[in-house]
């Protein structure tokens, strides 16, 4: 039997009514040569393990709880055969030409590495919201070299991801390291160093949106700006990127961090003397490094 083009990684803890409807908008793809790959994260019982007894097109992987998606994510990257890689998580729903139209992409644009889109964000009960996440900042900058701007306003939503084997091999595995938040975001940092994405505008998934997301617990992500440091710290050193867009990419770090979290003016800036003096491009004078981060274009 020849190796699927495409390995499909799920994610999975304590959710086997929301997982079930994701394996099967996965078995509902236009695009028909895929694996799906499960990984439960230690979910206590057996419920997972004979949902995915009902499919046959589905192999299941259970390990001891890690705490979040990064462990679970590698050991299926590390079960896969394919091509291609493609994730989603537990509770999101692929619309049926998703992986039909990411195939197309990467198959006929050689250069590109990664594929991504947008969602329509729908509730715990599945009722769409009409709201759109997951556009890039300048939308009309459609694919390309991004990582000049992967700091501040490009953005992959985990559910649209698609992207070369070939490109993990070189940048490695998610941070395991990491708080249950934001490993993605540090993740496709070191992808966009290594390969061009390509954005699709149009939705690709539901995704849903309800209290018990990683992503809605946000108190991890005021971690997320130290690793991105690392990620650019070693670009720098391994001169992928040079002084000045070391710069340019750590402040659009900070204009980020702070739009993340909605802080008022001054708690913005009491925050920012929480960071490490390194971490604000070495000013001293708070003065000209408010200028910098709020007026200067």
């Not at 390995?7 to 079930?20: A, E, M, Q």
């Not at 537990?90 to 998703?98: M, Q, S």
């Not at 715990?124 to 000049?148: A, C, F, S, T, Y």
Request: overall charge positive; some cysteine; glycine content about 6%.
């Amino acid at each position: 039997m020849n190796n699927p083009l495409v390995s499909v990684i799920i994610p999975t803890f304590k959710r086997s009514h929301f997982l079930k409807l994701t394996i099967e908008s996965v078995l509902n793809q236009t695009f028909r040569d895929f694996e799906i790959i499960v990984v439960d994260d230690g979910t206590f019982g057996n419920e997972n393990f004979l949902l995915c007894q009902n499919y046959e097109d589905v192999r299941y992987i259970k390990i001891e709880n890690s705490g979040g998606p990064a462990k679970p994510r590698n050991v299926g990257i590390k079960e896969s055969q394919g091509k291609y890689l493609a994730f989603v998580d537990d509770d999101d729903i692929w619309l049926p030409k998703k992986l039909e139209r990411q195939v197309e992409v990467l198959e006929q644009n050689l250069e590109y590495g990664l594929v991504h889109g947008c969602c329509e964000v729908i509730t715990k009960e599945g009722v769409l919201q009409n709201i759109i996440v997951g556009r890039p900042g300048k939308p009309e900058i459609k694919h390309g070299d991004v990582k000049m701007r992967m700091m501040g306003n490009w953005t992959v939503m985990m559910p649209t991801s698609f992207v070369r084997k070939e490109i993990i091999d070189k940048v490695g595995f998610f941070n395991e390291n990491m708080p249950a938040a934001g490993e993605d975001t540090e993740f496709w940092a070191r992808c966009s160093f290594e390969t061009k994405f390509y954005y699709l505008d149009e939705p690709l998934v539901l995704y849903r949106v309800h209290n018990n997301n990683i992503s809605s617990k946000n108190i991890n992500y005021i971690k997320l700006p130290f690793y991105l440091k690392k990620v650019l710290e070693k670009q720098r050193n391994q001169k992928k990127i040079n002084k000045h867009e070391f710069k340019v990419l750590l402040r659009n770090l900070v204009k980020a961090q702070l739009k993340m979290f909605h802080l008022s003016f001054f708690k913005n800036i009491f925050f920012l003397f929480k960071l490490d003096r390194m971490w604000l491009l070495g000013f001293s004078n708070i003065k000209l490094m408010i200028f910098i981060l709020f007026f200067k274009k």
